[in-house]
């Protein structure tokens, strides 16, 4: 079955230093991949999105995602967090035809000052 | 470009009741799936239609229904709405067919049910 797994809940980091957010996904085919950021009260924001070619995509906002087909993972990362990326991270698999997304459980992110 | 566009924003409704949500797409979008948000499943995927057409369906009940008119606008139905129907529910659009075309979401309607 198509599944997206993040494996952090909350991660907490300081204003300043990198953060890495996990993302592992089952999908029988050439997966699409997306990385989604929400704030609170709000609608979802694409960050950055992986179709093919190039296994290290950048996106908005400083950042950027590795995909590993071996590991089935795809992190999104960035070298260095803002106060204003506290907020709600959501990896999602485009599920073929019929534009389904599926997401995972979602990773909050807090920034300490 | 004005973006995806959800009314109205918040809802409160009882037990029973029924309730209807709007969705512009973007300009020239001819695609929208609708989802619901809620803290203990996380976001699902309801449906999706194109040209009018329903092409994907979640696993949620019958209660719950939508349409597309020909300006490409959609509209969510639940009927009987019952307290675990709480949720933020958001629209996205995209462009055309497939899973690799990207959805832009609009802000969500907050729907409470009393």
């Known amino acids: 079955a198509q599944s997206v797994t993040q494996p952090d809940i909350h991660i907490t980091v300081s204003e300043g230093a990198s953060l890495e957010l996990r993302c592992n996904y089952s999908y029988g085919a050439t997966p699409y991949l997306f990385w989604y950021v929400q704030s609170p009260g709000q609608g979802l924001q694409l960050l950055l999105k992986y179709f093919s070619g190039d296994t290290l995509v950048q996106g908005i906002k400083g950042f950027e995602a590795e995909f590993k087909r071996s590991q089935s993972s795809f992190n999104l990362r960035k070298p260095s967090v803002h106060w204003s990326d506290a907020a709600e991270y959501f990896c999602?698999?485009?599920?073929?035809?019929?534009?389904?997304?599926?997401f995972g459980q979602g990773t909050e992110l807090s920034v300490k000052p | 470009k004005a973006g995806v566009t959800q009314t109205p924003r918040y809802l409160i409704k009882t037990r029973g009741q029924q309730v209807t949500l709007s969705c512009s797409p973007i300009s020239g979008h001819r695609s929208v799936s609708w989802y619901q948000q809620t803290p203990g499943q996380g976001l699902q995927f309801l449906f999706e239609y194109f040209s009018e057409t329903q092409r994907n369906k979640g696993n949620f009940p019958g209660r719950f229904s939508g349409r597309q008119f020909s300006n490409s606008r959609s509209e969510m139905n639940v009927s009987t709405l019952e307290l675990g129907d709480s949720a933020l529910y958001l629209c996205?659009?995209?462009?055309?067919?497939?899973?690799?075309?990207?959805?832009?979401f609009g802000a969500g309607t907050r729907l409470s049910v009393l």
């Open positions: 999602a698999v485009g599920a073929g035809q019929g534009g389904k997304l599926i």
């Open positions: 996205a659009s995209s462009s055309g067919q497939g899973g690799g075309n990207i959805q832009y």
